[in-house]
C-alpha cells in the first residue's frame, strides 16, 4: 500500500515542475510547524527568558530551513561547480546575479512559510512580548492593571498562570498580542506576494523568449536531465560490470542488467575536460543565431577542434582502453 505514496513523492522530488514542489515544501513544513506547536513549544514564562525563547521560535527554523535549502539546491552545486571549472571567467555581474536570485527564491519557500504559520498562530509572539505590554493601558471593565511586579505577572500569561483576580487581563493580553501577530503575519505573505509579483514581472520583462520558447527551453531542460541521468546509470553499469570482469575474470549480472550491457558496451572513459565543459551553471546564450539551451548542448554544437576531444583523441590519451564485455573462454578439457 505505501509503494504507490513512495513513487508519488519520489516523481516530485525529481520532478522539474518547481510550482508542485515548492507546494509540497510548503505543505511539509506546515505539518512540522502544527507538530512543533502541540509536541515542543514550552514557553518558560519568565522574563527576558520569554522574548528569546519566542523569537528564536520564530526565526531559529527558519533560518535553518533556509541555509538547508541553500545547501541542498542543485543550482548552488552547480554554481560551485562553475567557480571550480571555469573560475567564474562566464559568469558575469548580471549572470551571477540571476543565479543567485534563483537560488534564493527556492531556498526562501520553506522559511517564509515557517514564519507565516508562526505569526498566524500567534503563540510564539505573545510568549516573547506578552512582558513589554504597557500595565497602564490594561483595563478590565471598571478595573485597571496597577501591580508593582507587573512585568513577571505578563510574563506568566502565556502558560496560563497568574492570581485568578486578573483572569480578564490575562484574556486582553493575549487577545492583543494575538492581533498584533495575526496582523503582522498577514502583512508578510501580502508582502512576499508583491515581492514574487515584482520578480516574475520584471524576469518576464527582461526574458529574451516568448512564451512557447519558454515552454520549449524548460521541456527540453526537464528531458535532457531525465536521459542522461538514465543513460549515466546504463553507462557506469556497463563500465563498472568490464571492470569487474577484468578483475574477477566473470561477472554476475542478473538478466535485465546483462542485456543493458550487451545492448550498450562501454567504450573508453571520458576525460575531465569533457566532464568540465558540461558541469555547472549555465544561462541560455547563442551562437551564431543558434540557441543553446545548457552546458551540453553547448558542448555538443561546438566546433570539433575548438572545445570538443574527438573519440581519436581520447583513445590515444587513455593509457589502458576497457575491453569489451565478452564471454568467458571455456577450459580446455
Same mark, same amino acid.
Request: hydrophobic share 45%.
Given at each position: 500500500m505505501a509503494k504507490p505514496s513512495v513513487r508519488f513523492l519520489s516523481f516530485l522530488f525529481k520532478s522539474?515542475?518547481?510550482?508542485? @514542489?515548492?507546494? @509540497?515544501?510548503?505543505?511539509v513544513t506546515v505539518v512540522g &510547524?502544527? @507538530?512543533?506547536? $502541540?509536541?515542543?513549544?514550552?514557553?518558560?514564562?519568565?522574563?527576558?527568558?520569554?522574548? &528569546?525563547?519566542? @523569537?528564536?521560535?520564530?526565526?531559529?527554523?527558519? $533560518?535553518?530551513?533556509?541555509?538547508i535549502s541553500i545547501i541542498l539546491n542543485n543550482q548552488t552545486?552547480?554554481?560551485?561547480?562553475?567557480?571550480? %571549472?571555469?573560475?567564474?571567467?562566464k559568469c558575469s555581474i548580471i549572470t551571477t546575479f540571476l543565479l543567485l536570485k534563483s537560488i534564493l527564491v527556492r531556498a526562501l519557500v520553506a522559511p517564509v512559510t515557517w514564519l507565516a504559520i508562526s505569526l498566524l498562530r500567534g503563540e510564539a509572539y505573545v510568549c516573547a512580548f506578552s512582558e513589554f505590554v504597557d500595565p497602564s493601558s490594561l483595563t478590565a471593565g471598571d478595573e485597571s492593571f496597577h501591580l508593582s511586579d507587573a512585568t513577571w505577572v505578563l510574563a506568566r500569561f502565556p502558560c496560563r498562570e497568574g492570581p485568578a483576580n486578573l483572569s480578564d487581563f490575562q484574556e486582553e493580553v493575549n487577545r492583543r498580542l494575538n492581533y498584533e501577530s495575526q496582523y503582522l503575519g498577514w502583512l508578510f505573505i501580502f508582502s512576499m506576494a508583491n515581492l514574487l509579483l515584482v520578480i516574475k514581472f520584471f524576469q518576464s520583462c527582461g526574458s529574451k523568449f516568448g512564451y512557447r520558447q519558454e515552454a520549449y527551453l524548460t521541456s527540453y531542460l526537464a528531458n535532457e536531465e531525465r536521459l542522461f541521468q538514465r543513460t549515466a546509470e546504463v553507462r557506469s553499469l556497463a563500465m563498472a560490470a568490464n571492470n569487474v570482469k577484468r578483475f574477477f575474470g566473470f561477472v554476475a549480472l542478473n538478466k535485465e542488467d546483462e542485456e543493458l550491457v550487451a545492448k550498450f558496451p562501454a567504450q573508453g572513459t571520458h576525460l575531465k575536460l569533457q566532464w568540465d565543459k558540461i558541469t555547472g551553471s549555465y544561462l541560455f546564450q547563442e551562437r551564431l543565431?543558434?540557441?543553446?539551451?545548457?552546458? $551540453?548542448?553547448?558542448?555538443? &554544437? %561546438?566546433p570539433r577542434g575548438k572545445t570538443r576531444v574527438s573519440d581519436m583523441e581520447m583513445a590515444a590519451l587513455l593509457p589502458h582502453p576497457e575491453p569489451q564485455l565478452a564471454a568467458s573462454p571455456t577450459p580446455n578439457p
Open positions: 522539474n515542475d518547481w510550482v508542485s @514542489l515548492h507546494c @509540497l515544501v510548503a505543505l &510547524q502544527e @507538530l512543533f506547536s $502541540l509536541f515542543a513549544f514550552h514557553c518558560p514564562c519568565t522574563p527576558g527568558l520569554n522574548f &528569546q525563547y519566542g @523569537l528564536m521560535t520564530i526565526g531559529g527554523p527558519a $533560518l535553518v530551513f533556509f541555509f552545486r552547480n554554481l560551485v561547480a562553475e567557480c571550480r %571549472c571555469h573560475k567564474t571567467k543565431g543558434l540557441p543553446l539551451y545548457s552546458r $551540453l548542448h553547448e558542448w555538443a &554544437q %561546438c
